[in-house]
């Protein structure tokens, strides 16, 4: 783990700058190859960061609406860096319903516009990763076996290491300059194959939400991201040819 890398009187929390370089690298991976997928790179880098402050705005609102006392007391709080003050599903609520509303503005189509921001997501997933190794958040259950790591008391299972390493796979089987890339079913080939990822990981997972005595939630929601997948892909396979025109 290294949650803070020292750098003289600087502190930099790793968590978090993994985080944020993930999204730098790979909303410019996304905006360079967008063009193969017949989208505009400059309204592509909009939509995402449309996304991205109405996501965090959305999140902060939310939990001070959670804990509106305590935000009453301090309204500054609402200008906190601190991430443990957002929400993370009303970010997601609010990122989605801003990213439609430019993306319905702007005229943008769904299918080219999330495979054009799928190599985006693929470099989010590897720095989620690296996220979690710097943070020992998303570890794994008790284990003996030979490569496992020393964390919060106890030899456990790398899933953290797991999760770059799969990321790290899918980005390149996944590279948009690659054959997968000219795909019209991109964005679904390279979320199944994260979902399938995600089955595999939680496995191991030591921190696991468990539901309905003893199911993985995370597998659960997996397994219907997968099946949801595989149903879309068979349905765009119907309906014509499945390959983009070679840019």
């Given at each position: 783990?290294?949650?803070?890398?020292?750098?003289?009187?600087?502190?930099?929390?790793?968590?978090?700058?993994?985080?944020?370089?993930?999204?730098?690298?790979?909303?410019?991976?996304?905006?360079?190859?967008?063009?193969?997928?017949?989208?505009?790179?400059?309204?592509?880098?909009?939509?995402?960061?449309?996304?991205?402050?109405?996501?965090?705005?959305?999140?902060?609102?939310?939990?001070?609406?959670?804990?509106?006392?305590?935000?009453?007391?301090?309204?500054?709080?609402?200008?906190?860096?601190?991430?443990?003050?957002?929400?993370?599903?009303?970010?997601?609520?609010?990122?989605?319903?801003?990213?439609?509303?430019?993306?319905?503005?702007?005229?943008?189509?769904?299918?080219?516009?999330?495979?054009?921001?799928?190599?985006a997501f693929?470099?989010?997933?590897?720095?989620?990763?690296i996220s979690?190794?710097?943070?020992?958040?998303?570890?794994?259950?008790?284990?003996?076996?030979?490569?496992?790591?020393?964390?919060?008391?106890a030899r456990?299972?790398?899933?953290?290491?797991?999760?770059?390493?799969?990321?790290?796979?899918?980005?390149?089987?996944?590279?948009?300059?690659?054959?997968?890339?000219?795909?019209?079913?991109?964005?679904?080939?390279?979320?199944?194959?994260?979902?399938?990822?995600?089955?595999?990981?939680?496995?191991?997972?030591?921190?696991?939400?468990?539901?309905?005595?003893?199911?993985?939630?995370?597998?659960?929601?997996?397994?219907?991201?997968?099946?949801?997948?595989?149903?879309?892909?068979?349905?765009?396979?119907?309906?014509?040819?499945?390959?983009?025109?070679?840019?």
């Amino acid at each position: 783990m290294l949650p803070v890398l020292q750098i003289g009187p600087v502190g930099i929390p790793v968590p978090a700058f993994s985080l944020l370089l993930g999204v730098w690298l790979g909303l410019s991976l996304a905006e360079r190859h967008a063009p193969r997928f017949g989208v505009d790179g400059n309204r592509l880098f909009s939509l995402a960061l449309t996304a991205l402050l109405s996501g965090l705005a959305g999140a902060r609102l939310a939990y001070a609406a959670r804990y509106s006392r305590a935000f009453i007391e301090a309204p500054l709080n609402l200008l906190s860096p601190r991430p443990e003050l957002l929400d993370p599903w009303g970010g997601l609520a609010a990122g989605l319903i801003g990213a439609l509303i430019y993306a319905q503005r702007k005229e943008m189509r769904l299918w080219p516009t999330l495979n054009a921001l799928t190599p985006a997501f693929a470099v989010f997933a590897v720095a989620l990763g690296i996220s979690h190794l710097a943070s020992g958040d998303a570890f794994g259950a008790p284990t003996a076996v030979p490569w496992a790591i020393e964390l919060w008391g106890a030899r456990r299972h790398p899933t953290q290491i797991y999760e770059t390493l799969l990321a790290l796979l899918i980005l390149a089987a996944c590279w948009p300059a690659g054959p997968l890339g000219r795909r019209l079913d991109y964005f679904l080939i390279f979320t199944a194959a994260s979902a399938l990822a995600r089955i595999f990981i939680e496995a191991f997972r030591g921190d696991s939400v468990l539901v309905f005595s003893g199911f993985r939630l995370a597998q659960l929601a997996a397994w219907l991201v997968l099946a949801a997948s595989l149903w879309l892909m068979g349905r765009r396979f119907q309906k014509g040819p499945h390959h983009e025109p070679a840019s």
